[in-house]
């Protein structure tokens, strides 16, 4: 196990339902990652997270909506989304911010019909 | 139309053997490197890094190479195992500039090991 912990592993939901996706990491890092990951694409960057403060947003669409309370706990709020979001969200935790040796979590695998 | 999917390269080697798994990357100003595998159902896992003042660094049966002038990765793994069976990724970043933050994934490599 990597130290990072992503539920759940598998989510099927409708365009108009809301989901969160949950990341926590026990390796006390200061920085927290969403990267998405599709079949077409290789992996994207979505949001960085350093102490807390949301540092990056990689032209997400609103429908994604981050949440980082701490620097341990990240979320990832889902709402309406559609067909073509449906891919993995991996979580990833550093010790800083600068993206550097990243660990990933396992990741939760989304199909939205 | 269709859209096309992204075809990974694929390499199969027999168990024992050496393997190379190439990566070309973009960006001039990256000069922090990393490679990652990533196994059936679980996130990447870090394999090894380097910065762009080294050209080569060495771990556990794995070496990568940095050729900074064609922008050019390589890992090598020393007597390749069927539990190296995987997908594997280099990433780059220039973490001092623009890109802080931006750890930017290649499209990555199908390894299968034979036994």
């Known amino acids: 196990e990597t130290g990072v912990t992503q539920t759940p592993r598998h989510l099927v939901m409708g365009m108009t339902n809301k989901k969160s996706l949950k990341c926590e990491q026990h390796l006390g890092h200061n920085a927290m990652y969403w990267y998405k990951q599709s079949a077409k694409k290789p992996l994207e960057l979505m949001f960085v997270?350093?102490?807390?403060?949301?540092?990056e947003n990689n032209s997400v669409p609103s429908r994604f909506s981050p949440e980082c309370p701490n620097s341990s706990h990240l979320f990832l709020h889902l709402h309406t989304l559609q067909p073509e979001d449906s891919a993995l969200y991996l979580c990833?935790?550093?010790?800083?911010?600068?993206?550097?040796?990243?660990?990933f979590g396992s990741g939760t695998q989304l199909s939205v019909l | 139309g269709e859209s096309v999917g992204l075809h990974l390269p694929t390499l199969s080697v027999q168990e024992g053997d050496n393997s190379i798994i190439n990566c070309a990357y973009s960006?001039?100003?990256?000069?922090?490197f990393i490679w990652y595998k990533q196994e059936s159902g679980k996130g990447p896992q870090f394999i090894i890094d380097?910065?762009?003042?080294?050209d080569k660094r060495q771990g556990q049966r794995v070496t990568v190479l940095l050729n900074k002038t064609v922008k050019h990765l390589s890992l090598q793994i020393a007597a390749t195992q069927p539990g190296d069976s995987a997908v594997y990724f280099c990433?780059?970043?220039?973490?001092?500039?623009?890109?802080?933050?931006?750890?930017?994934f290649g499209q990555g490599t199908i390894l299968t090991v034979h036994p």
């Open positions: 990833a935790s550093s010790s800083d911010g600068r993206g550097e040796k990243l660990f």
């Open positions: 997270y350093n102490f807390k403060e949301q540092t």
């Open positions: 380097i910065r762009s003042n080294m």
């Open positions: 960006n001039s100003a990256s000069d922090y």
């Open positions: 990433a780059e970043i220039n973490a001092g500039g623009t890109s802080y933050g931006k750890l930017t």
